[in-house]
C-alpha cells in the first residue's frame, strides 16, 4: 500500500470514528505525519495508533489527535497554547486551525527537533518555549484554547488561570501516569464559573514538573 492509501483510509477511518469536524479532517490529511514519526516507523506513519518517538515520550495515535482538537472548536482568530510539543505533530495541526498557536516542551532535544520540521514546513505561526507547562505561558495569556497534551492527575489550576473567560476552552487528559482510567476533560470558563466534561478514555504520558536535563544541551 502506498502512502497516499494509507492517508486516504486513515482519514476515513477517522470520520467513521467520531471526527466529523471537516476542517480537522482536512489539517490532518494535510500535515504529512510521516515527518513527524522516527525512520524506522515511517511505515507506520499512518497507522492509527500512537508511536514511540525518542526522551521516552510518543506521537500520540491520530484518532485522539483528531478527537481533541475537534473538541477544542477552534476559529482561525484565536490564539492557542498547547503543552507537551513532543514530536511537533499535534502542534502542526492545531496551527493550521488557528491564528497563533505557542507551545511548550520539557525536554529541549524533543523542541529542537519539532521547531526544525516546523520551519521546513513553513507553519509561521508557531512560537515555541523549552519550559515547564505545568505553569503555562502567564506572560501570553489569556489563551482561547488550552490544550495538553500529557496527563495530569489533577487539572492543573495555573492553566485555567490563564483561560480568556469569554468561553475559553482547555482540553487536557486527566488520570494516574500511564493508568487505564484517564479521561479527557473539557473545562469551560465563562465569567468566573467553570464547567467541566468527561469526554472519553485515553492513556498518555504523564505530565511531568520541571524542565528536563538533556544531554545535547
Ligand atoms: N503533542 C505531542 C505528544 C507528545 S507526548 C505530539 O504530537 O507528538 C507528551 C509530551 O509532553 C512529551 O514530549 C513530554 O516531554 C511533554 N511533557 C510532559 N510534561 C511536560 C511539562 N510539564 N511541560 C512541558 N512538556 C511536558
Known sequence: MTLDTRRIRLIMDLRNSGV???AVLSAMERIP???FVEESFLDQAWANRALPI????TISQPLVVGLMTQALALTDRMRVLEIGTGSGYQAAILSRLCRRLYTIERHRD???VAESRFTEMSLHNITTQAGDGWKGWPRQAPFDRILVTAAAPVVPQELVAQLSDDGGILVLPVGEASS????????TKLGDKLSSEQLFPVRFV???EGVAEDSAS
Not at 54 to 57: K, V
Not at 180 to 187: L, S
Open 20 to 22: 466529523t469536524d471537516t
Open 33 to 35: 505525519r510521516e515527518s
Open 54 to 57: 525518542s526522551c521516552g515520550q
Open 110 to 112: 524533543l523542541l529542537a
Open 180 to 187: 487505564a482510567d484517564q479521561m479527557v476533560v473539557r473545562v
Open 206 to 208: 504523564p505530565l511531568v
